[in-house]
């Protein structure tokens, strides 16, 4: 079993910066890849950024290239999701998740395991 964690949302105004961590534990040698996704209410989930174990390899949707990078902490066993230049249209619940399988996977329904999610609220 993994256990993921995330922390760090917020309300921030347009045009400002957050950064999501999420934190795992539990059997994370087990751990390909670590992503990130958001639902806004009535919407589907989206995929954001994945990043393998490793951290050497990224992906990210293309709503959010070029303003959020996601990174690994090894030491820490962590994933960050730093967020610039956010828009109204960010608003969602983030969560982080994680693959055993190979591959930076960019559908939420091929991730064994999720965090409870964290609000994040970008005002106009």
């Known amino acids: 079993q993994v256990q993921l964690v995330e922390s760090g949302g917020g309300l921030v105004q347009a045009g400002g910066s957050l950064r999501l961590s999420c934190a795992a534990s539990?059997?994370?040698?087990?751990?390909?890849?670590m992503g990130w996704f958001r639902q806004a209410p009535g919407k589907e989930r989206e995929f954001v950024a994945v990043i393998s174990w490793s951290g050497v390899s990224t992906n990210y949707g293309d709503s959010v290239k070029g303003r959020f990078t996601i990174s690994r902490d090894i030491a820490k066993n962590s994933v960050h999701l730093q967020m610039n230049s956010l828009k109204p249209e960010d608003t969602a619940v983030y969560s982080c998740?994680?693959?055993?399988?190979?591959?930076?996977?960019?559908?939420?329904?091929?991730?064994?395991?999720w965090g409870q999610g964290t609000q994040v609220t970008v005002s106009s």
């Open positions: 998740a994680a693959v055993l399988d190979y591959g930076l996977h960019t559908q939420w329904y091929e991730y064994d395991y």
């Open positions: 539990g059997r994370t040698y087990n751990i390909n890849a």
